[in-house]
């Protein structure tokens, strides 16, 4: 008796072309001529139909610098406060003190080390190294992420 209704979500594909009793013959909904109207039809990401488009009419200051390097930084003490004798990219992704091991990695002097830990990192700042060798510790530097940063 009572039927389960499809979601709106679910909608039948608009069909063209099936005559002028439907309203979507002859020219297809497409309109009459035109660049629109024919078939392999495809518009460049940006246009503005001729206007010039924001991206070129927006102005553009500074230097944006393409061989930057952006490391994920690390402070000694969220470090000190694992309690871990050694401390790798994998260790501080599966503690949520980064968020990606194949990216680089920066250990900065912020907080106190209590104890000599073996931390590999993509480089470190001077302050940590003198405060973990300070501690008896080591700070070893990665070969290389696993892939390259994005």
Do not use: W
């Amino acid at each position: 008796m009572y039927q389960i209704k499809k979601p709106d979500s679910i909608k039948k594909r608009k069909r063209v072309g099936c005559g002028p009793g439907s309203g979507h013959g002859k020219t297809s909904c497409r309109g009459q001529k035109g660049q629109r109207s024919r078939s392999g039809y495809s518009q460049q990401a940006g246009f503005e139909g001729g206007q010039m488009p924001l991206q070129r009419r927006v102005p553009k200051r500074g230097f944006n610098n393409y061989t930057r390097k952006e490391f994920q930084v690390v402070n000694l003490s969220s470090i000190d406060k694992l309690g871990l004798d050694s401390v790798t990219p994998a260790l501080l992704v599966e503690k949520r003190i980064v968020n990606h091991s194949d990216r680089l990695i920066k250990v900065l002097g912020n907080g106190e080390i209590k104890k000599s830990v073996t931390i590999v990192a993509d480089a470190f700042s001077k302050s940590a190294i003198e405060k973990i060798k300070k501690a008896g510790g080591n700070p070893v530097i990665r070969k290389s992420p696993s892939v390259v940063e994005e």
